[in-house]
């Protein structure tokens, strides 16, 4: 079965200070992978997606970056962190398809950023 | 830009009842639809989808209808448990004749309380 793993669960970090959240997929091969931020009781932003290694798209213009070195890892980034930039951060993925068909996407447990 | 929003922030049941989640969406072009629960501090956790060539399908102990015609989503869980407490979000999105990497837009969220 597919499982994704996202890691630190929280961090607090000063403002300024770089900053690198990883997520990892297992089960699957080429999957979609997508990073989302939630402000707390609101919904889900998508801040990036990939459908392929080195592949990246961003939806929204911010302070952060994303890569895929690998077909399987997904890493957000930041040189330099603003207090606006905490946040609950969510790394999900959906089965790559080449076919314009409908798939969930599948959410780890996120990470909770706290910019000091 | 088009958006999904949820009738009612809040809903509060007693155990055993049946619970009704509303959603409307506003981009008629949807084709593809998700229900996620998300409990406090986890990511969201897909319960089920609806293609737009249906109108409603069943899961164990939800159900999800669609009505195209005034562009509506509920989700309906019958005998509520204590543990169905949570947030609900609904998601949408174009996949027949678009990209094919899943991008969903996702609602505001209701919060379901169920109470022993």
């Known amino acids: 079965s597919q499982t994704i793993h996202q890691w630190p669960a929280t961090l607090v970090q000063p403002v300024g200070s770089p900053l690198s959240l990883e997520c990892t997929v297992e089960?699957?091969?080429?999957?979609?992978l997508y990073w989302y931020r939630q402000a707390a009781g609101r919904g889900l932003q998508l801040l990036f997606y990939?459908?392929?290694?080195?592949?990246i798209s961003s939806e929204v213009p911010q302070n952060l970056s994303a890569s895929r070195p690998q077909d399987r890892q997904f890493i957000l980034s930041s040189k330099k962190l603003l207090l606006s930039d905490s946040g609950f951060y969510l790394c999900a993925w959906s089965v790559g398809s080449s076919r314009a068909v409908g798939q969930p996407q599948h959410f780890g447990d996120g990470t909770r950023l706290s910019i000091l | 830009g088009e958006s999904v929003g949820l009738h009612l922030p809040t809903l509060s049941v007693q155990e055993g009842d049946n619970s009704i989640i509303n959603c409307a969406y506003s981009n008629s072009a949807s084709d593809y639809f998700i229900w996620y629960k998300q409990e406090s501090g986890k990511g969201p956790q897909f319960i089920i989808d609806?293609?737009?060539?249906?109108d409603k399908r069943q899961g164990q102990r939800v159900t999800v209808l669609l009505n195209k015609t005034v562009k509506h989503l509920s989700l309906q869980i019958a005998a509520t448990q204590p543990g169905d407490s949570a947030v609900y979000f609904c998601?949408?999105?174009?996949?027949?004749?678009?990209?094919?990497?899943?991008?969903?837009?996702f609602g505001q969220g209701t919060i379901l309380t169920v109470h022993p």
């Open positions: 089960g699957t091969s080429n999957p979609n």
């Open positions: 998601a949408e999105a174009k996949v027949a004749g678009g990209t094919s990497y899943g991008k969903l837009t």
């Open positions: 609806i293609r737009s060539n249906m």
């Open positions: 990939s459908v392929g290694i080195g592949q």
